[in-house]
């Protein structure tokens, strides 16, 4: 079966502009999530989706990031205006129900300059 | 909130010898611990993981043991390999609705030749 799916696999920009990552999840699979990891740290969970809704977004740093899943399949997270403490790698994850194993993209390095 | 730490933060082993990395988790209500295996700039790869209903899992070389009682959990790799080679993670959370992974800050395992 086909893997998470992520692009850009890279993405540089200046800080004050915005940013769009997009994520296709295993096909089937109703849970989606976005996690943030910056060099030399474990994964750290950014927003959940069951379906088209949002389970947990506790650590989404609201003024400026901003996720959807409007259909209940593909996600995009956005970031704007981004800071020069944005960057990492963000993953996508997605598992069959909330509960069973997460499985993750390859993620999008973003650089900030 | 939920808090893993992992310990050590590198560890270094001779090919064929046995690796244990170890982890405590904070929140008791966690019930689903993953294992990570991440190589430099790849997705990280569920290599195993364990539920609160069971003390010990194992597949092949790899094994986790669980104590909820210390709130301990641990990766045993056996007969380690070059391929072995990679940062692991540990994570634990609580399964049922919101369920992100609260992960370790890593191990990076090197398996000296």
């Known amino acids: 079966e086909a893997g998470v799916a992520q692009s850009p696999r890279y993405k540089i920009i200046e800080k004050r502009q915005s940013v769009a990552f997009w994520c296709n999840p295993i096909?089937?699979?109703?849970?989606l999530y976005w996690y943030q990891q910056i060099l030399g740290q474990g994964p750290k969970l950014l927003i959940q989706?069951?379906?088209?809704?949002?389970?947990?977004d506790s650590q989404l740093p609201k003024d400026r990031f901003s996720a959807e899943r409007l259909k209940g399949v593909d996600s995009t997270l956005k970031i704007q205006p981004a800071k020069l403490e944005d960057s990492a790698v963000y993953l996508c994850?997605?598992?069959?129900?909330?509960?069973?194993?997460?499985?993750f993209g390859d993620g999008t390095r973003l650089s900030i300059l | 909130g939920e808090n893993v730490e992992q310990h050590p933060s590198t560890l270094s082993v001779q090919e064929g010898d046995s690796a244990v990395i170890k982890c405590t988790y904070s929140?008791?209500?966690?019930?689903?611990f993953p294992w990570y295996k991440q190589e430099l700039g790849k997705r990280p790869q569920l290599i195993i993981d364990?539920?609160?209903?069971?003390g010990e899992k194992k597949d092949q070389r790899i094994a986790v043991t669980l104590n909820k009682t210390a709130k301990h959990f641990s990766l045993h790799i056996t007969e380690t390999q070059p391929e072995d080679s990679a940062v692991y993670f540990c994570?634990?959370?609580?399964?049922?609705?919101?369920?992100?992974?609260?992960f370790g800050k890593g191990t990076h395992l090197i398996i000296q030749p």
């Open positions: 994850a997605s598992s069959l129900v909330s509960g069973q194993p997460q499985h």
């Open positions: 096909s089937g699979h109703a849970t």
């Open positions: 989706f069951q379906n088209n809704g949002v389970v947990d």
């Open positions: 929140d008791s209500a966690s019930n689903y």
């Open positions: 364990i539920r609160s209903n069971v």
């Open positions: 994570a634990a959370s609580i399964t049922g609705g919101a369920d992100g992974l609260t």
